[in-house]
């Protein structure tokens, strides 16, 4: 055989060990394939929850009269709320402790306060129908039994304050809804007069300011007097009662 045959044999060998050990090791490896996860984020949107502003709008009262009361439950007015002050830093002004004084001296002698509201007829301009109720009243007080004084009620003189301070603010001369019978009395300086004047009670036909001065079911008073005019109004007194 000649010689170059023989080498083209062995080339021939070679390559096809070669190949088939190509295949053997292509046939090994694994092809990875990597299939990447999709990573979803679901965003929760938070909603805010926002309260509906109410603003109450109270009624204002006006007159041309150089005093007026108010016995008759109006649209109430919330009353902010504000820290109470702790008891031994309330105190009421000489005024308001003076008019807790004087309704209490009319309810524990109510026979002998008829001489007070004479005195004050002699210079009072009331009108006829205004004489006829204060006879009226003195007729009903010389028949009254003496009453128990009312104690202070500083909870009471502190919601009074508070619901002042409001008045003044927006300039209103109504009720609040305090829960106790109140009274509200405006463009009287003197103290005494502006007793009387509540005890009379010309205005109001169920005499309903009266009524709370000389009820006998109560026990407890606070009595503020607005440091300020409420609708052109100076000398105004709140007046609480329980």
Not at 41 to 69: D, F, I, L, Y
Not at 181 to 194: H, Q, T, V, Y
Request: glycine share 4%.
């Amino acid at each position: 055989m000649p010689r170059q045959f023989k080498t083209s044999v062995k080339l021939l060998l070679s390559l096809l060990l070669l190949g088939s050990l190509l295949n053997t090791l292509l046939a090994q490896t694994v092809k990875k394939t990597t299939t990447p996860q999709k990573k979803t984020v679901t965003v929760t949107k938070k909603a805010a929850t926002v309260k509906p502003k109410t603003t109450t709008v109270a009624k204002k009262t006006t007159g041309t009269a150089t005093k007026t009361t108010v016995v008759k439950k109006t649209i109430p007015v919330k009353a902010t709320n504000t820290k109470p002050l702790p008891v031994a830093e309330l105190k009421m002004s000489s005024r308001e402790t003076q008019m807790v004084n004087e309704i209490n001296l009319v309810r524990s002698d109510p026979p002998g306060y008829v001489k007070f509201i004479k005195e004050y007829l002699k210079t009072a301009h009331l009108s006829k129908h205004g004489i006829t109720v204060a006879n009226e009243l003195m007729d009903e007080l010389k028949r009254l039994q003496p009453l128990g004084s009312l104690i202070v009620s500083w909870d009471m003189y502190h919601e009074a304050r508070d619901y002042g301070k409001l008045m003044m603010e927006n300039n209103i001369t109504e009720h609040s809804d305090l829960p106790y019978n109140e009274n509200l009395s405006f463009g009287i300086e003197n103290i005494r007069e502006a007793i009387i004047d509540l005890l009379i009670d010309e205005e109001i036909p169920n005499r309903g300011h009266r009524r709370n001065i000389l009820k006998k079911e109560i026990s407890y008073i606070a009595v503020h007097e607005l440091p300020g005019k409420v609708d052109d109004f100076q000398y105004c007194y709140i007046q609480e009662f329980k």
